[in-house]
DNA sequence: CAATAGATCATCT
DNA sequence: GATGATCTATTGC
């Protein structure tokens, strides 16, 4: 390993130590809320999978039955079962064929609702990310759009179902002030329901996707 | 730059 | 058997 890299790697292994000590994990009760409610608060809180995290930039809501672009809308199936249980736990499914879509429950157990996941901005493991995605043609390009995310923190269908509250996949609030300001949008990639207002994003953050 | 084609598979009809 | 909550490479201006 060259010194260049030996460095990378420790300010990287502190990038991480640093965000574990002045965080907080979210707790069930974050989640048990209105999906929107949560969507929006999702951001700027940190995605900590093994020792990649990054921040929160952008999320969709996607609520029940009557939001047809949600898989929740067309009933409980042996794939939407996660949608309709208890709040703080991941789905995630496959999508063309070839990228993973990171979704976090929303609302009290029974009433489906999920967030989707759209981008991060990467703080730690950077490394590790530009391995799983060497096409990334800059930093802020590595987790920019749902697939890029799930890729560049190595999520899988094997997530599917996981509590996020405890364990390997988390989401953490750090403890500190941060300011930034909240832009809503339509959904994208969607047939159905595209002027609903239910994607959020940090404004004029360089790792929101287009 | 903007537009578009192709890759590829779990899930549901 | 059709269909996506996408990404990338390639084409054409």
């Not at 809308?73 to 995630?92: E, W």
Request: with cysteine.
């Amino acid at each position: 390993m060259k010194p260049a890299d030996i460095a990378m790697h420790r300010q990287q292994k502190n990038a991480l130590a640093h965000i574990l000590a002045s965080s907080r994990i979210l707790d069930r009760l974050f989640y048990e809320r209105p999906t929107v409610e949560v969507a929006r608060d999702l951001l700027g809180k940190i995605l900590i999978h093994g020792s990649t995290a990054g921040r929160i930039v952008e999320t969709e809501a996607y609520l029940g039955e009557h939001d047809m672009a949600a898989h929740a809308s067309h009933g409980v199936t042996p794939r939407t079962r996660v949608l309709f249980g208890p709040p703080g736990h991941a789905y995630v499914f496959l999508i063309y064929g070839m990228h993973y879509c990171l979704n976090l429950v929303a609302e009290p157990d029974g009433i489906p609702g999920c967030v989707l996941l759209r981008a991060l901005e990467p703080l730690a493991g950077i490394d590790i990310m530009l391995r799983r995605r060497p096409q990334a043609s800059s930093i802020h390009d590595l987790a920019s759009g749902p697939g890029k995310l799930t890729r560049a923190m190595g999520i899988t269908r094997r997530h599917n179902g996981m509590d996020v509250t405890q364990g390997e996949l988390t989401v953490r609030a750090l403890t500190g002030d941060s300011f930034f300001e909240v832009a809503t949008g339509g959904r994208i990639g969607i047939r159905h329901c595209r002027d609903w207002p239910l994607r959020f994003f940090i404004c004029g953050n360089p790792s929101v996707s287009r």
